[in-house]
Nanobody
């Protein structure tokens, strides 16, 4: 069973940091590009960052470039998102995701709230 489970969300102050994790199972993690996306209250889904299967390349949305870092540990089937210099606009539910056998796979999401 293909599964993604996010963790690490919570409350952070503006300018603070959080590190999100995503545990993958049920598929060959090291063979798949992985991404993070987010959905802010009352808004649509926004792609945040992506990383190639071997970690050799990454891409970021302009809104997070220079503040967020996506990484992965293929030996542990883990995906990460290091979030620094957090802003209130980063408040959202964050999801890791991939496409396996032509189907999108999503985790349950983890809430990130940035507020003083």
């Amino acid at each position: 069973q293909v599964q993604l489970v996010e963790s690490g969300g919570g409350l952070a102050q503006p300018g603070g940091s959080l590190r999100l994790s995503c545990a993958a199972s049920g598929f060959t993690f090291s063979s798949y590009t992985m991404s993070w996306a987010r959905q802010a209250p009352g808004k649509g889904l926004e792609w945040v960052a992506g990383i190639y299967d071997d970690g050799s390349g990454t891409n970021y949305a302009d809104s997070v470039k220079g503040r967020f870092t996506i990484s992965r540990d293929n030996s542990k089937n883990m995906l990460y998102l290091q979030m620094n210099s957090l802003k209130p606009d980063d408040t959202a539910v964050y999801y890791c995701n991939t496409v396996v056998n032509g189907e999108f796979v999503w985790g349950q999401g983890t809430q990130v709230t940035v507020s003083s």
